[in-house]
């Protein structure tokens, strides 16, 4: 396995649970963009399909030198095998996807979790890429990034930074995705604020949103739902900060957005976990929008293995 030359046109794609996005980087920036949904419910063929033609859109003439693709799911980058998944994506646990894609596509293709791609640009821009980095995405589930000393961390089988995974005492008890329980990510993600809302008042709400806005109006349930995911979040990411040292702490995806509430409640709890070398570290937002998904997958073909068409598998 090779790396790609820095510089030379390459391809960057992000694959969702509803949306695949693409996009042609060439001399670092974007020249062609397209969307389209996931075949999430067809099978990993499907996707892996919907993916190559979501890079032949943006490519039509074929200039691309590589593919850089940050997915959903656990994903090695060493085997280029998503090695552990959720039915967000039917089937996709086990999915060769660095290799599958490139059979598909005909490009050399390194592949990575989407969030750790889209960490990707935040590491870049800290300290020269040397700094230390924990980052958190909090929406649908609760995912994260680790990299220490400018270098992202993968782990056995691609496991490292799936924070969503931490034991949580509030949420002692509950079951998780993952077959275990009591989780960060059911008291913490979106969803999980959303449950923890119906069991406190045993009335059935729609999104996060609708307890964001009930908590806005004073509602003693929602502001407990909302604050008790902020707290448990920030309680895991302050005791991380003390095992990793990060010189930032980032925390992005939806859950942040709906307001102050949660991101005060968020940032009180993780500074009352830091050891004194800490104190002053705060939480912060993203420093890239919509585009760090795909920006950070296109970087992928420079620093991690590539998988090529046609190799013995």
Not at 292 to 297: D, E, L, Q, S
Request: aromatic residues 2%.
């Amino acid at each position: 396995m090779t790396r790609s030359a820095i510089g030379t046109p390459v391809i960057g794609l992000d694959l969702g649970g509803t949306k695949i996005a693409a996009a042609l980087f060439a001399d670092g920036t974007v020249s062609a963009r397209h969307t389209r949904p996931t075949p999430s419910g067809e099978g990993p063929a499907a996707v892996l399909d919907a993916l190559a033609a979501a890079a032949a859109e943006v490519d039509p003439e074929g200039r691309a030198t590589a593919l850089g693709v940050a997915a959903a799911g656990v994903v090695d980058p060493r085997s280029g095998t998503v090695t552990s998944a959720t039915d967000s994506i039917r089937g996709w646990a086990g999915t060769a996807l660095g290799g599958g894609l490139a059979d598909r596509t005909g490009l050399p293709v390194a592949c990575d979790n989407d969030v750790r791609a889209t960490a990707g640009p935040e590491l870049a821009a800290l300290a020269d890429g040397r700094g230390s980095l924990l980052f958190a995405a909090v929406g649908t589930g609760v995912g994260g990034a680790l990299a220490a000393d400018g270098r992202m961390l993968h782990g056995a089988s691609g496991i490292a930074g799936h924070i969503g995974h931490l034991p949580s005492a509030e949420a002692a008890g509950l079951p998780c995705t993952c077959g275990a329980t009591g989780h960060l990510e059911v008291i913490a993600s979106g969803p999980g604020i959303t449950a923890h809302y119906e069991r406190l008042t045993g009335v059935q709400v729609d999104r996060l949103e609708t307890v964001a806005a009930r908590a806005a109006t004073g509602d003693a349930a929602a502001v407990r739902a909302v604050t008790t995911g902020a707290t448990a979040a920030g309680r895991a990411l302050g005791g991380l900060a003390n095992a990793l040292g990060p010189d930032r702490v980032v925390v992005g995806g939806g859950v942040p957005r709906i307001g102050p509430l949660y991101g005060d409640a968020l940032a009180r709890a993780f500074a009352a976990e830091l050891m004194p070398p800490l104190r002053g570290l705060v939480p912060r937002p993203p420093l890239f929008g919509h585009d760090a998904a795909v920006t950070g997958a296109a970087a992928l073909t420079t620093t991690l293995p590539l998988h090529h068409p046609g190799a013995l598998r």
